[in-house]
């Protein structure tokens, strides 16, 4: 009865290629997030989705898309994968009304 | 400069030491996460608080809203609470993380 589950846990990947993480969460919570982990630890925020709207679009390059089918699903696509994108993906869910975010385990995407 | 900076960065620890870890931000929040990472894993929110003080077990939050500043106490630390932990601050729906502080308790 996972809260914030992603898949995959690990995925490695050639570049060029393009793939999907993909993200759910079984808390009713209306917003959801994608961050990112950099090599140094640093989080970033990359998009977030309240009721399946993009609210927040971080500077992200558009190879990435996020895409979220209903409120408690938000997926993120990748094309043409560079190395530079080689971290850790965390997605996050809260409610847009002061509440806690809760985080998936992390992704940690390698491309080599 | 980061919006949210920590201090330390690292931190050594004995078994049974008091520990704080400290966190300062320069933008409006509306909350005030502390999130702990351990190797290799996922991430856990401890707490998350507006104003005074949160206790959990042997963890104690407590935020300064006027000073901008926020500290994460341990009491008793173990080896267990070694990890890395984050502050991480409610800027309307997003987050803006701090660089992370790395928490080593040694027996």
């Known amino acids: 009865d996972t809260a914030v589950s992603q898949t995959p846990k690990y995925l490695v990947t050639q570049m060029g290629n393009d793939k999907s993480i993909k993200c759910e969460q079984n808390?009713?919570?209306?917003?959801m997030y994608w961050y990112k982990q950099d090599s140094k630890k640093f989080l970033k925020i990359m998009f977030s989705?309240?009721?399946?709207?993009?609210?927040i679009n971080e500077t992200v390059p558009n190879r990435f898309s996020p895409k979220s089918p209903d409120k408690a699903h938000l997926n993120l696509h990748i094309n043409s994968l560079e190395l530079g994108d080689s971290a850790v993906y965390f997605c996050?869910?809260?409610?847009?009304?002061?509440?806690?975010?809760?985080f998936g385990q992390g992704t940690r995407l390698t491309v080599v | 400069k980061n919006e949210v900076e920590q201090s330390p960065q690292n931190l050594t620890a004995q078994e049974g030491e008091f520990i704080t870890i400290n966190c300062s931000y320069s933008v409006g929040i509306s909350a005030l996460h502390w999130l702990q990472q351990h190797p290799g894993g996922g991430i856990v929110s401890l707490f998350m608080?507006?104003?005074g003080k949160k206790k959990h077990g042997r963890l104690i939050a407590t935020i300064n809203i006027q000073e901008k500043h926020s500290s994460l106490h341990i009491t008793a630390s173990h080896p267990r609470d070694s990890a890395v932990y984050i502050c991480?601050?409610?800027?309307?729906?997003?987050?803006?993380f701090g660089t992370g502080t790395r928490l080593q308790v040694f027996p």
């Open positions: 808390l009713g919570h209306d917003t």
């Open positions: 989705y309240n009721n399946k709207e993009l609210i």
């Open positions: 608080l507006s104003s």
């Open positions: 991480a601050g409610l800027n309307t729906d997003k987050l803006i």
């Open positions: 996050a869910s809260r409610n847009r009304v002061a509440t806690e975010a809760f």
